[in-house]
């Protein structure tokens, strides 16, 4: 059977390419962020979560919104993205929180380098006053702050805090 050669059948061919994604959107959660720089960089999510020491299902989970970045990714993805995409924070609660995200750390490791338990930490970060000095004094070198104007804060906060209803 030399000299022959299978012939096939007519058929219907579809070409596929893949869609450039675009990157030109404005982010609104951190995922996105994620996802906006991904897609600028031109990596796939599985270069990325190799980046960022994760798998690349949590990537995708991220970019879709199913869930948020947990803390101690942030210092990673900040890096990864190359600035950072939380606002300046102004008040106490949110330089607390902004010190958690930039180290990483949880509740309870940032409690136990200001030596205090995991719910006054917390307590703090809600707006809860730091009544004492000692805890102030800690706080203030944790953030780089002045004691004297966080004392001062303190005081405010108390103040108005226990002011009488006339």
């Given at each position: 059977?030399?000299?022959?050669?299978?012939?096939?059948?007519?058929?219907?061919?579809?070409?596929?390419?893949?869609?450039?994604?675009?990157?030109?959107?404005?982010?609104?959660?951190?995922?996105?962020?994620?996802?906006?720089?991904?897609?600028?960089?031109?990596?796939?999510?599985?270069?990325?979560?190799?980046?960022?020491?994760?798998?690349?299902?949590t990537?995708?989970?991220?970019?879709?919104?199913?869930?948020?970045?947990?803390?101690?990714?942030?210092?990673?993805?900040?890096q990864?993205?190359?600035?950072?995409?939380?606002?300046?924070?102004?008040?106490?609660?949110?330089?607390?929180?902004?010190?958690?995200r930039?180290?990483?750390?949880s509740?309870?490791?940032?409690?136990?380098?200001a030596?205090?338990?995991?719910?006054?930490?917390?307590?703090?970060?809600?707006?809860?006053t730091?009544?004492?000095?000692?805890?102030?004094?800690?706080?203030?070198?944790?953030?780089?702050?002045?004691?004297?104007?966080?004392?001062?804060?303190?005081?405010?906060?108390?103040?108005?805090?226990?002011?009488r209803?006339?």
């Amino acid at each position: 059977m030399q000299g022959f050669i299978a012939f096939l059948q007519f058929t219907h061919i579809s070409l596929k390419s893949l869609i450039p994604q675009l990157c030109d959107f404005e982010p609104a959660t951190l995922g996105d962020h994620v996802r906006r720089q991904r897609l600028v960089l031109e990596l796939t999510q599985k270069e990325v979560a190799d980046q960022l020491g994760v798998v690349p299902w949590t990537i995708l989970n991220w970019e879709k919104g199913r869930t948020e970045p947990p803390i101690a990714s942030i210092p990673a993805i900040v890096q990864f993205l190359k600035y950072d995409p939380f606002p300046e924070p102004k008040t106490l609660p949110e330089k607390l929180l902004a010190k958690r995200r930039v180290t990483g750390w949880s509740i309870k490791e940032a409690a136990e380098a200001a030596g205090v338990d995991p719910g006054t930490w917390g307590n703090w970060e809600r707006g809860q006053t730091i009544l004492y000095r000692h805890h102030r004094m800690i706080v203030a070198q944790l953030l780089d702050l002045s004691a004297g104007a966080l004392n001062q804060e303190m005081a405010s906060s108390w103040n108005r805090s226990h002011e009488r209803v006339r």
